[in-house]
């Protein structure tokens, strides 16, 4: 069975000039040049918007929704992830955030809070329990999970099974909406303002579930440009009384450690970073992480603050939720009972296991692939080993393996061409 | 005028230069004087010149000779040098004399109207073609052997670098396609080895063999060796310092761990000299 994997980014030949930044820094070597065109593994690639931010011709681009696609929704609810409170300055009050999102045509504003906190709750009371292989690692990157999927393929176990805020958001919502509103349930939209592509590709095509809650994403690029005016205008006007007294306000998960900092766990440890994660990943798999029972892990530094869709520099970012934080954050109240209930029930686990989905870099067939292994560290040696580029592949190694799948030739290397006189009598 | 080429050959995988006498009669647009029947010898070199003691003194065997002297000389110094045959050019034509000659020796003679310039770049330009249809094909030869085999150092003392070989057995044993559990349980094993030699011994050679029935991880370091090889094996027995286990090292873990993950273990050891670990996995 061949699936195809959704990805919310693709080149666009006609922009690229083929200038190897998206290459060079993909952290799953997903990028090839081909043809002087950058060209994305659908099987390696796990959304982690390295490439989009690097680009500079911008022939990188995402695939998110417009935001007057949804307009034949009577009833639209938008639930912000709380990377985009983070993009202004703690001055700003969230509530006017909130407004400023009304005024481009969303009927309501849903925020994360309630089911940040319930989940944290919920995540206290799986890891009592949990009697399996440590540490369990967090769930709601999806970069993380595909990398997981595609490269460490065993630690999937450890993934915790509870689903994420923003989709239990979006289930509660579907839930209670159609009765409150009196409306059909086909009749409301719930979209979601997503920091980072991969959470584009995890509402389209979720590694846990049949089908997202949500009917669309919009990245906060584009909703930013949209409220920045209205935000000014309404904190011109804004008196602090106005803020509802039900108003809630959290920082969510999108900072690293946060998480950690909601549960009062003890034994953590919290990573960011593709490549750190990556080297964490490994020694988890070598079991050398002994003595950590939770990993908080996020592909991007800091966590989702420095997604690629953001605006705001990601320290800034960061410093604006503390200070947010410190500000105007409220406690939020839930019934323990009624939780612990749902949890009981298996309310707040994903649909489906994540499984793994390891890359098939050879055969499936064993003895060719060893034989292909064999003639891959053969071609490797005879290679230049500074890893220039110049062939279309990030790495020697790279090309090497390639090479023995058949997709280049070893006159791709300028440098071994060069070694051999293979241009001896030729025009160049 | 003496003019010469060397293409040499490119002895990297299936790269390799295959030429046939029928493709330089291809490229060349020559036509066969002698050797009709022998056109699909395959030859290594090129080489042309005029001059015959050059060709005596600098031909390799199993070449061509491309020649503007169409004498009986030509054709026998080809022959004295190992050559596979002779392309004349600019349209010279042999006499009969050579022309026997090459066809008692198993030459191939060739003519083309080309010039000796015109025709080395026509033999480069096709060998270019030539290599890149050898390439791209990815059919492996059949009686190649199933083993890979892969020898990695370990330095001793090194804490920073405890995990490399591993992480790096790891990656080619994934890039194979091996179950996922049983790669886990080779660099289980193998990150526990690296960890011994790293804490107990100099240095240490690992080498790890892979067939499509068994895994092999070979670690022989050169360390101060096992006393007693059934007390190590002992969960909790170490001998690891103070120091080490402030690091976080040395819980007596080790080896009963390594015989945890393995399908067979081999530990020979010798106090003063070093221990040799064999571990198997099978498939």
């Known amino acids: ?428 | 005028m003496v003019e010469s080429t060397n293409l040499e050959q490119i002895k990297i995988g299936k790269l390799r230069l295959i030429m046939l006498m029928k493709n330089i009669k291809q490229a060349l647009e020559a036509s066969v004087i002698a050797g009709e029947e022998i056109l699909d010898t395959s030859f290594e070199h090129v080489y042309a010149s005029d001059l015959m003691s050059d060709v005596l003194a600098f031909g390799k065997p199993n070449s061509i000779l491309l020649t503007g002297l169409a004498t009986q000389q030509a054709v026998i110094s080809a022959h004295m040098a190992e050559f596979k045959g002779v392309v004349f050019v600019r349209g010279k034509l042999p006499k009969d004399g050579s022309r026997n000659f090459a066809i008692n020796h198993q030459l191939v003679l060739l003519s083309s109207s080309m010039d000796m310039y015109d025709a080395c770049i026509k033999i480069d330009s096709a060998l270019h073609k030539r290599t890149k249809i050898k390439t791209t094909g990815s059919k492996e030869s059949r009686n190649e052997e199933m083993v890979l085999c892969q020898e990695f150092e370990i330095l001793g003392d090194d804490f920073t670098s405890a995990g490399v070989v591993s992480t790096e057995i790891k990656s080619i044993l994934k890039k194979i396609g091996f179950d996922p559990k049983l790669i886990r349980r080779v660099a289980i094993s193998t990150y526990e080895a690296e960890l011994n030699v790293v804490m107990h011994a100099n240095r240490a050679k690992v080498i790890l063999s892979v067939t499509p029935y068994c895994i092999e991880v070979i670690v022989d370091d050169a360390g101060k060796g096992i006393p007693d090889i059934d007390l190590a094996l002992q969960a909790g027995y170490t001998t690891a310092t103070d120091e080490m286990r402030a690091m976080g090292f040395g819980s007596g873990m080790g080896l009963p761990n390594i015989k945890k993950n393995t399908d067979q273990l081999q530990i020979q050891s010798e106090v003063g000299k070093g221990t040799r670990l064999e571990c198997k996995f099978f498939i």
């Open chain 1, 1 to 428: 069975m061949v699936t195809r994997f959704y990805h919310a980014h693709q080149v666009v030949p006609e922009k690229c000039n083929a200038h190897m930044k998206c290459m060079r820094s993909c952290p799953t070597q997903a990028i090839r040049i081909r043809d002087h065109k950058a060209v994305i593994s659908e099987d390696l690639c796990v959304d982690c918007g390295t490439c989009l931010s690097v680009c500079p011709s911008n022939a990188i681009t995402t695939i998110t929704d417009p935001l007057d696609a949804f307009s034949h929704f009577k009833y639209k609810v938008v639930v912000p992830t709380a990377v985009l409170y983070s993009q202004f300055d703690a001055s700003i009050h969230p509530y006017i955030i909130q407004l400023a999102l009304k005024e481009i045509g969303f009927n309501e504003v849903s925020d994360m809070n309630f089911s940040t906190t319930v989940l944290a709750h919920v995540l206290m009371k799986y890891l009592n329990n949990y009697q399996g292989r440590l540490p369990l690692i967090s769930s709601h990157c999806p970069s993380l999970l595909r990398l997981i999927q595609v490269k460490y393929p065993d630690l999937v176990e450890q993934i915790i099974p509870l689903d994420v805020p923003r989709e239990v958001t979006a289930r509660e919502l579907r839930k209670q909406l159609p009765q409150k509103l009196g409306l059909k349930p086909e009749e409301i939209g719930i979209f979601y303002i997503a920091p980072c592509p991969a959470k584009v590709v995890s509402t389209r095509q979720p590694a846990e579930k049949a089908k997202s809650w949500f009917d669309g994403v919009v990245s906060i690029r584009d909703v930013f440009s949209l409220i920045y005016p209205h935000v000014l205008a309404i904190k011109e006007k804004f008196d602090p009384a106005e803020v509802p007294e039900d108003f809630s306000f959290t920082t969510g998960w999108s900072r690293l450690g946060n998480i950690i900092k909601y549960t009062k766990m003890e034994n953590w440890m919290a990573v960011s970073g593709l490549s750190h994660l990556m080297k964490v990943l490994d020694d988890i798999e070598n079991s050398r992480l002994r003595n950590v029972d939770f990993l908080e892990a996020m592909t991007c530094m800091l966590g989702c603050i420095s997604g690629s869709f953001t605006v705001e520099n990601a320290y800034v970012a960061r410093a604006n939720i503390i200070k947010q934080r410190m500000k105007y954050e409220t406690p939020v109240e839930f019934d323990p009972v009624e939780v612990e209930q749902n949890f009981e029930k298996g309310y707040y686990f994903f649909e489906n296991p994540i499984l793994p989905r390891p890359t098939k870099y050879f055969d499936t067939d064993l003895e060719t692939s060893i034989k292909r292994m064999k003639e891959r560290d053969r071609v490797y040696q005879k290679l230049p080993k500074i890893d220039c580029g110049c062939c279309g592949a990030p790495t020697c190694l790279a090309f090497a393996e390639d090479f023995v799948r058949g997709e280049v030739e070893l006159t791709d290397c300028i440098l071994l061409l060069k070694k051999t006189n293979y241009y001896q009598g030729e025009d160049i």
